[in-house]
């Protein structure tokens, strides 16, 4: 069984910056996409960004240029660099890897961006 154990989150103000981190149990990390998603109340669950194996990503329109994603096969970690950070980035972050046919996810770690 996988388990993702997400960490990084927390209370910033407008402007700030925040670091996400996920690690992986698998040694399968190296061979799976990696995903950050996030759900604010209410509303459903988004991606936000995706690194795949070969270290290619890709980003919703609305993070373009204040996030970055990457990921260490070494450590079987995923990081999500989180830079001018607004009051609409507020949710629940979700770490995510996804195999090919089969995906797990984290249990979530809280970013509040206060005005």
Known sequence: QVQLVESGGGLVRAGGSLRLSCAASASIFSISTMGWYRQAPGKQRDLVAAIFRGG??????????????????????????????????????????YTGFRQYWGQGTQVTVSS
């Open 56 to 97: 290619s990503s890709n980003y919703a329109d609305s993070v373009k240029g204040r996030f970055t994603i990457s990921r260490d096969n070494a450590k079987n970690t995923v990081y999500l660099e989180m830079n001018n950070l607004k009051p609409e980035d507020t949710a629940v972050y979700y770490c995510n890897l």
